[in-house]
């Protein structure tokens, strides 16, 4: 199995911020990395997948980048409707996602 | 425009078989564009793929769950099911129907890009 970790946990941030959050892979998976943006009570919805490449629709202040078995998503300036939950899935051996990183109001 | 929608009972008892099933509307499984999948979330917890099945039957199971899962596909109702058997109460999560890419070399993206809304599973006696 790919385990999947998620740094921080947790992230107190403000509108207008730029946030970083970090994906790990137990081993290499290229590129084979999506995120998705999770809110409570709602299905997850995908934002990034080939570690960089933009889902349609989602808006440009979010990015992704890495290979190999390090990967960041960065959001450019915090919105309020960024507030949320966000999780990294691996899909270089089957699928399996990271525990989350909930980015919260400071 | 496609949409999922997962359907069955909200509380199975332990030992029993979790029964639910995802319909699609506005799009047709059989049309071989995607794979079907289903994903489960523990109450406060992270995501776990559970397997996929394809319109021709095709299916791939998550290796911790293999041997307490079958997804299965009618193309006729335009609908996939999971069944879970032997449940317990780490078997209590949303479980959601969602679907990934499917390419015409055989491959699929691995991600997903439409889901269901999620239905809650308490398994309780």
């Known amino acids: 199995d790919i385990q999947m970790t998620q740094s921080p946990s947790t992230l107190s941030a403000s509108v207008g911020d730029r946030v970083t959050i970090t994906c790990r892979a137990s081993q290499s998976i290229s590129s084979w990395l999506a995120w998705y943006q999770q809110k409570p009570g709602k299905a997850p919805k995908l934002l990034i997948y080939?570690?960089?490449s933009l889902e349609s629709g989602v808006p440009s202040r979010f990015s992704g980048s890495g290979s190999g078995t390090e990967f960041t998503l960065t959001i450019s300036s915090l919105q309020p409707d960024d507030f949320a939950t966000y999780y990294c899935q691996q899909y270089n051996s089957y699928a399996t996602f990271g525990p989350g990183t909930k980015v919260d109001i400071k | 425009q496609v949409q999922l929608q997962e359907s069955g009972p909200g509380l199975v008892k332990p030992s029993q078989t979790l029964s639910l099933t995802c319909t699609v509307s506005g799009g047709s499984i059989s049309s071989g564009d995607y794979y079907w999948s289903w994903i489960r979330q523990p109450p406060g917890k992270g995501l776990e793929w559970i397997g996929y099945i394809y319109y021709s039957g095709s299916t791939y199971y998550n290796p911790s769950l293999k041997s307490r899962v079958t997804i299965s596909v009618d193309t006729s109702k335009n609908q996939f099911s999971l069944k879970l058997s032997s449940v317990t109460a780490a078997d209590t999560a949303v479980y959601y129907c969602a679907r990934d890419g499917a390419h015409s070399s055989g491959y699929h993206n691995w991600y997903f890009d439409l889901w269901g809304r999620g239905t809650l599973v308490t398994v309780s006696s």
């Open positions: 080939k570690a960089s």
